[in-house]
């Protein structure tokens, strides 16, 4: 719906989207829950089977059992998972948005074919907010505990946001609206995730880059790094604009998207530019890695099914 002016929207961090919804076997256009920084809390009203990905924001039963991230747990009906915010173990994923999952995914109301939530408009999701006290999280495939138990495979499609090098971007078109020098600049700083970041997308602290020339409105996408008049660059994300005015100096590659999801204000980028081409090979072989995951967690799950009738 962007023509309309609608934002992609739904989830910051499409690979932990993706693997809550692999762990539990749930198709792609199911829907996830998506929690920020932590300090939220569930109560199981029945026993489900729950998925955890993206960051690791120390969930955590209300008995004190710690529950990992990339794995599938069993909720008993009755207990209570929260999010303390602070990471559960040396080995997960800093960050700052987990994923849920729930069987089949979770119901939600669609809005143009979509759930996902755009909340400065009232779109998607429940009724186009957050979640709020007394809202239930409905598993579309309700009682089905059969996932309990799956685990994200060691050493297998590894989450973007452990990749140690730059951010990769591609050259954006405006660069002759930009001062001189400015691509190298950009390039050769580091720069902070500045405090008022927030879903539609990253505010930047570092050297500026210069004003940029007013330019005519043109189309933009997650990921496009423009540089307003003050010379801090900003990155759009899921609920950025589908239009603007600023030059875009990049746009970073849709593979590394889900590292900007996950960042916290205060944490440091730098950034490395590479060729379309090499931006295009590093989704596909994302994407080819989380199939390869998807189909092991389902062939062992069809496994345990006929072991089960064999032993029935």
């Known amino acids: 719906m962007a023509h309309l002016g609608v934002p ?116 998607g999701g429940f009724g186009g907010r957050g979640a709020q006290p007394g809202d239930r999280l409905v598993p579309v495939r309700r009682g089905d505990l059969g996932a309990i138990g799956h685990a994200w495979p060691d050493g297998a499609a590894p989450h973007p946001a452990t990749r140690a090098q730059p951010v990769r971007f591609v050259r954006g078109p405006d660069a002759r609206h930009l001062a001189g020098g400015a691509l190298g600049a950009f390039i050769a700083a580091a720069w902070t995730v500045a405090p008022d970041s927030n879903r539609m997308g990253l505010r930047l602290v570092g050297p500026p880059l210069g004003p940029g020339e007013e330019i005519l409105s043109h189309p933009l996408v997650p990921g496009a790094i423009q540089v307003p008049s003050g010379g801090l660059p900003l990155v759009l ?61 389902a062939g062992d799950a069809v496994w345990n099914r006929l072991s089960d009738d064999a032993r029935g």
């Open 237 to 297: 994300l899921a609920d950025g604009p589908t239009l603007g005015g600023y030059p875009v100096i990049g746009v970073v590659a849709r593979a590394d998207l889900p590292r900007l999801g996950q960042m916290r204000p205060g944490d440091v980028i730098r950034f490395e530019e590479v060729a379309p081409g090499d931006a295009r090979a590093a989704y596909f072989a994302q994407a080819r890695a989380l199939e390869r995951v998807a189909a092991m967690l």
């Open 8 to 123: 992609r929207s739904g989830a910051v961090d499409g690979w932990g989207h993706a693997a809550a919804l692999i762990l539990v076997g749930a198709p792609p256009h199911a829907v996830t829950a998506e929690v920020t920084l932590g300090a939220a809390e569930l109560l199981a009203i029945e026993a489900c089977a729950v998925s955890l990905a993206g960051a690791d924001l120390g969930a955590e039963r209300d008995d004190g059992l710690p529950l990992a991230g990339g794995r599938v747990h069993r909720l008993p009906a009755g207990a209570r998972l929260r999010f303390t915010g602070a990471p559960a173990s040396a080995g997960g994923v800093r960050g700052a948005r987990a994923y849920l999952g729930l069987a089949g995914g979770i119901e939600a109301t669609l809005v143009g074919g979509s759930a996902s939530t755009l909340a400065s408009a009232g779109l």
